[in-house]
């Protein structure tokens, strides 16, 4: 069993980035610029954003946070992204998810300039990505397709299923793969899904992005599959100093006996998805000044 080592391989990809802004800042330019709207406490969403911070300053870019109270008007934070739009020193920027329950999620991403859309999730980037055109790819399912690549796990032809269809990881990495170059025939399913087990069962590639703890047991494998596990659970451990431990949506202990293939959780997916933000800002500074 070879375990798919998301820091090792996001620490490859940042590296790569600070390549590209050391050669910019010995160029005169001035380096991209990424932004993170950050609204309430939710303690997973501000260490995602804290971890989004420090890999910016690892790859040498700057970074800035807009913190918003939980009890901001929707009126209120479009116009915070109107303001984004219109900063010229910014390169892209992300609304962290999820949002409190009375912002309309969908009106706010749609108001995002889509050309600074570092996260993919606006519906013009999202077609197009549907289509195959130049655009933006969500952080997630880009870090996903950079693992398989990484380890040199063929997609062509492949019997892939991806459990879970949210709008920023399952739909999205089960239309990419679906396309050239991944070529794999591709079975998305959820939570109205009949005889999982027998799909799991005959995959040669499980992606287990439902968020429920553990869900992927080791009589669900095939031997010999790829497993890659999108689950970020919170746990309460009083053993720990932060009082949680991260549970991801394979049960790890038993599944990777069997498998050729499996992402640790933490260590795996995660690291990907922020080194991959990371790759689409340079891409927005790229694309905004016209350097290939
Ligand atoms: N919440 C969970 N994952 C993500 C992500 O990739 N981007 C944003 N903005 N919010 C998230």
């Given amino acids: 069993m070879i375990l798919l080592d998301g820091k090792k391989t996001s620490l490859l990809v940042q590296e790569t980035i600070a390549k590209e802004v050391n050669i910019l800042k010995k160029k005169g330019y001035r380096v991209p610029h990424l932004a993170a709207i950050l609204v309430g406490d939710n303690g997973a969403s501000m260490t995602y954003v804290n971890n989004k911070v420090t890999a910016c300053q690892k790859v040498g870019?700057?970074?800035?946070?807009?913190?918003?109270?939980?009890?901001?008007?929707?009126?209120?934070?479009?116009?915070?992204?109107?303001?984004l739009n219109e900063d010229d020193s910014v390169d892209g920027f992300i609304v962290q998810l999820p949002l409190p329950k009375h912002i309309h999620e969908q009106e706010i991403l749609l108001a995002i300039n889509p050309d600074k859309d570092a996260d993919g999730f606006h519906p013009t980037?999202?077609?197009?990505?549907?289509?195959?055109?130049?655009?933006?790819?969500?952080?997630?399912?880009?870090?996903?397709?950079?693992?398989?690549?990484?380890?040199?796990?063929?997609?062509?032809?492949?019997?892939?299923?991806?459990?879970?269809?949210?709008?920023?990881?399952?739909?999205?990495?089960?239309?990419?793969?679906?396309?050239?170059?991944?070529?794999?025939?591709?079975?998305?399913?959820?939570?109205?899904?009949?005889?999982?087990?027998?799909?799991?069962?005959?995959?040669?590639?499980?992606?287990?992005?439902?968020?429920?703890?553990?869900?992927?047991?080791?009589?669900?494998v095939k031997e010999g599959a790829a497993i890659i596990d999108v689950g970020i659970t919170r746990i309460a451990d009083t053993t720990t100093k932060k009082g949680f431990r991260i549970v991801g949506d394979v049960d790890f202990e038993y599944v990777k006996e069997k498998v050729s293939y499996i992402t640790p959780v933490p260590g795996g997916v995660g690291p990907m998805t922020?080194?991959?933000?990371?790759?689409?800002?340079?891409?927005?500074?790229?694309?905004?000044?016209?350097?290939?």
């Fill in 274 to 292: 922020i080194a991959m933000l990371m790759k689409n800002t340079l891409n927005a500074y790229k694309r905004k000044y016209k350097i290939q």
């Fill in 61 to 83: 870019f700057t970074s800035s946070v807009l913190e918003m109270p939980k009890n901001i008007s929707q009126e209120e934070l479009l116009k915070q992204i109107h303001r």
């Fill in 125 to 220: 980037n999202f077609g197009r990505m549907a289509l195959g055109l130049k655009s933006f790819i969500p952080a997630t399912p880009y870090g996903i397709l950079e693992l398989l690549n990484q380890y040199h796990i063929p997609t062509d032809g492949k019997d892939v299923v991806i459990i879970g269809r949210s709008d920023i990881v399952g739909r999205p990495i089960s239309i990419l793969l679906s396309q050239k170059p991944w070529n794999a025939t591709v079975t998305l399913t959820h939570s109205h899904t009949q005889n999982l087990s027998e799909l799991t069962k005959k995959a040669d590639i499980i992606i287990a992005a439902l968020g429920i703890p553990k869900f992927l047991k080791a009589d669900m």
